[in-house]
């Protein structure tokens, strides 16, 4: 069975200021996927960023990097420069071996301080 | 690359009425598709999902059912609302074993009053 926990229900940042969304993941597949997504208030899921397992450098996408850490099993989002708009519900996904059901994180609210 | 259309945008039904939600995928062939439902500050919670035309996964026994009528088509169904089934409901694909991410529409808005 696979397994995602977010453990920050709320994050506070100033604008500009660098934040960091945690993420662990628990498979027994070695094969796998981890992804983020952003949902603002608008409802549409944003899928943001992705690291497979075998990658061996951390993937970034212009603001956002993920930290993957696999021995610790954990893939941290990190939001570079922080922008109002990025205020939203961030998830942690993951889908492992060959299931077709991913599994997501109960996410974390991000909201952005001028 | 996919797209995933859905409409209504939002919807208000009475407790006991009927609902039917489409989902259509644009920009791909054979996609896996799954109805997610989101209460109100929650996380996602997977209803159904399907590989292929006619083949529907029940993840939670609910009021609800689906069905595939053609590859890029998804249906969710009610006969009968009930209270407990406003939510948002969205639609997603993926392409896996192939492709990365699920992509997903932009979501209904279910209000039963």
């Known amino acids: 069975a696979q397994k995602i926990t977010q453990t920050q229900p709320g994050m506070f940042v100033q604008e500009k200021e660098a934040v960091t969304l945690d993420c662990t993941y628990d498979?027994?597949?070695?094969?796998?996927?981890l992804f983020w997504y952003k949902q603002p208030s608008s409802g549409e899921m944003i899928f943001l960023i992705y690291?497979?397992?075998?990658?061996?450098q951390n993937a970034t996408e212009g603001r956002y990097s993920l930290n993957f850490q696999k021995a610790r099993k954990s893939a941290n989002l990190v939001i570079s420069a922080s922008q109002l708009g990025d205020s939203a519900m961030y998830f942690c996904?993951?889908?492992?071996?060959?299931?077709?059901?991913?599994?997501f994180g109960r996410g974390t609210s991000l909201i952005v301080h001028p | 690359s996919q797209t995933i259309h859905q409409w209504p945008a939002t919807l208000v039904q009475p407790v006991g009425s009927p609902l039917s939600l489409e989902c259509t995928v644009e920009?791909?062939?054979?996609?896996?598709l799954y109805w997610y439902r989101q209460a109100a500050g929650r996380g996602l919670q997977l209803l159904f999902y399907?590989?292929?035309?006619?083949?529907i996964s029940s993840e939670v026994p609910q009021n609800l059912s689906a069905s595939r009528p053609q590859d890029r088509q998804f249906i969710l169904s009610s006969k009968k609302l009930l209270l407990s089934d406003s939510g948002f409901y969205l639609c997603?694909?993926?392409?896996?074993?192939?492709?990365?991410?699920?992509?997903f529409g932009p979501g209904t808005r279910l209000t039963v009053t």
């Open positions: 920009g791909t062939s054979n996609p896996n």
């Open positions: 690291q497979g397992s075998y990658d061996q």
């Open positions: 996904a993951m889908s492992s071996g060959g299931s077709y059901i991913p599994t």
């Open positions: 399907s590989v292929g035309i006619g083949q």
């Open positions: 997603a694909g993926s392409q896996w074993p192939l492709g990365r991410e699920q992509y």
């Open positions: 498979t027994s597949d070695p094969s796998y996927g």
